[in-house]
């Protein structure tokens, strides 16, 4: 069985490295087609699990545990994790008229400064209240789907309750 610590590396690395490709974003709750998705993008969104070369690294459980969120202002996401080093920040361009929408994520912030400028190319789906990016660092995906060997990697979040 391994340590607690050698949990938290694991999950630490897949996230590091998801980050660095281009991923997959899924759909909103109760989204509302009169907004644009810039619109519906905003706010709080709870990571539920994120997939990478076949594997969810972290599954639904480490993502509850971790408090995995992805937070949108305007064109600006940050993406965070309760790790040591996993403080992510990126800018974003939707182009919701491709089909797949397609997402180009920019890496601006690294608690290391590496891959800062790095853009990647992917793929977003908002449906019912639940979010999807798929993302890679060599092509853009055609599908939500990061199976062994795709290079690609597959975020799913739920949006977040507002608090009363």
């Not at 009169?34 to 639904?60: A, F, I």
Request: glycine letters at 10%; hydrophobic letters at 30%.
């Amino acid at each position: 069985m391994r340590s607690h610590k050698s949990k938290s590396t694991i999950l630490g690395l897949a996230l590091a490295m998801s980050l660095a490709s281009p991923g997959c974003i899924g759909s909103a709750p109760g989204s509302d087609s009169s907004l644009s998705d810039v619109e519906q993008l905003q706010g709080k969104w709870n990571l539920l699990y994120q997939e990478m070369d076949g594997k969810k690294l972290p599954d639904e459980k480490q993502a509850q545990m971790l408090h995995g969120t992805m937070d949108f202002a305007g064109d600006k996401i940050h993406y965070s994790v309760e790790l040591p080093g996993f403080d992510f920040r990126f800018t974003h361009r939707l182009h919701s008229d491709q089909h797949p929408k397609w997402i180009d994520l920019t890496l601006t912030e690294t608690p290391d400064a590496k891959g800062v400028g790095q853009t990647t190319l992917g793929i977003y789906r908002l449906n019912e209240g639940t979010l999807e990016i798929c993302h890679s660092k060599t092509n853009r995906p055609t599908d939500f789907s990061a199976g062994e060997g795709s290079h690609q990697v597959l975020v799913v979040l739920k949006r977040a309750q507002k608090s009363p």
